[in-house]
């Protein structure tokens, strides 16, 4: 049912609407930032087209059709053959079609082609996820084209992306496009205390570092963010206390460790986040808008001791620190200069 999924209500009513009218278009597409749930949302349509026994229009979930339809098994990612294949779930009318590398095969979008002719073999529609729909290239998209022109009225397929500019007008075109917002951090808290896998300030920390991405919030190492900040905080504290330059430098140093290569963009996003509780808290705002809230006390502290123009100019240093970054140039060279250059 569509009330187990995560927050886009607007989303859920558009979706319902075309069941109870009973006027599916033939071709969907799901549009959303990663990580927002567009797969869970697609695979509760197709389960409620086809479910045993629906609770008014919707998928019960529990029925044979139901809990078929969530399995899937996929082949491994250098499986080329297996790629050029719709990949069925364990319900005879519900597939997907991932890609390969970088793109969805021909192959896979003519076998789409062919599957999308027949009658429902056990339930009342047959439905064709595409992952990563934005990965059609030009052979895929007008192999795809030709099934979009003319789908029979018990195929469906959906199309999922992150970034619906990338497919072509041609395909864009054809499909009744369907947009899901970023989660609201509340949305995402309530979910992640739903699991019982989290205690309250780590749903609460996790929610809000997300940036409105479920995926993102289960996907997130608590322990190494927790960690990276620790790193940070030493940072800000040596910039709020002015001039430890030599402090800044031994940090500079440390984070552009060659070694932790991986880590340095994920940092910078940290000190941001951090600049910009102290910011908040400089400017009077109530701690409910702190990402940091379980470090309130020490940002607390630090905020006391800037004054918001000052973290304000910070935040632009580091703008224009990561503008700099894209073309190129010494990592340990320009975050001593940014560093330095936030002291002043
Ligand atoms: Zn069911």
Redesign the pocket.
């Known amino acids: 049912m569509f009330s187990t999924l995560v927050g886009n209500e607007r989303v859920k009513e558009v979706l319902r609407r075309m069941l109870e009218a009973r006027r599916v278009a033939g071709a969907l597409l799901f549009a959303g930032e990663e990580g927002v749930g567009k797969r869970r949302f697609a695979l509760e349509f197709a389960?409620s087209l086809n479910?045993?026994?629906?609770v008014g229009r919707e998928?019960?979930?529990?029925?044979s059709?139901?809990v078929r339809a969530e399995e899937f098994v996929f082949p491994p990612s250098d499986d080329k053959d297996a790629h050029k294949k719709i990949i069925w779930s364990a319900h005879a009318d519900i597939g997907m079609a991932i890609s390969y590398k970088r793109a969805i095969l021909v192959d896979a979008m003519r076998d789409l082609e062919r599957e999308a002719n027949f009658r429902p073999f056990e339930g009342s529609a047959r439905v064709f996820l595409i992952e990563e729909a934005d990965k059609l290239n030009e052979a895929s998209s007008n192999a795809l084209l030709k099934t979009l022109e003319e789908p029979p009225s018990t195929s469906h397929i959906i199309l999922i992306t992150a970034r619906p500019a990338a497919l072509l007008p041609t395909v864009r075109s054809r499909c009744q496009t369907v947009r899901f917002s970023p989660l609201a951090p509340s949305e995402i808290e309530a979910h992640l205390l739903k699991t019982k896998k989290f205690s309250k300030e780590d749903a609460r920390l996790l929610a809000r570092v997300a940036h409105g991405s479920v995926g993102r919030a289960l996907g997130t190492d608590l322990e190494e963010y927790r960690e990276q900040r620790n790193a940070m905080l030493d940072v800000l504290s040596a910039l709020v206390l002015r001039g430890d330059r030599a402090s800044l430098l031994r940090a500079s140093e440390d984070i552009t460790d060659a070694k932790r290569k991986d880590e340095y963009e994920p940092r910078l996003d940290v000190l941001e986040t951090l600049i910009r509780d102290v910011w908040s808290l400089a400017l009077g705002c109530t701690p409910e808008r702190v990402v940091n809230a379980d470090v309130l006390e020490q940002l607390e502290k630090l905020a006391a001791r800037v004054e918001s123009q000052r973290a304000a100019r910070w935040i632009r240093e580091i703008e224009r620190h990561r503008e700099r970054l894209d073309v190129n140039i010494n990592r340990k060279v320009a975050t001593d200069a940014l560093f330095l250059a936030m002291t002043e």
Do not use: D
């Open positions: 389960k479910c045993r026994t629906p998928a019960c979930g529990h029925c059709a139901c």
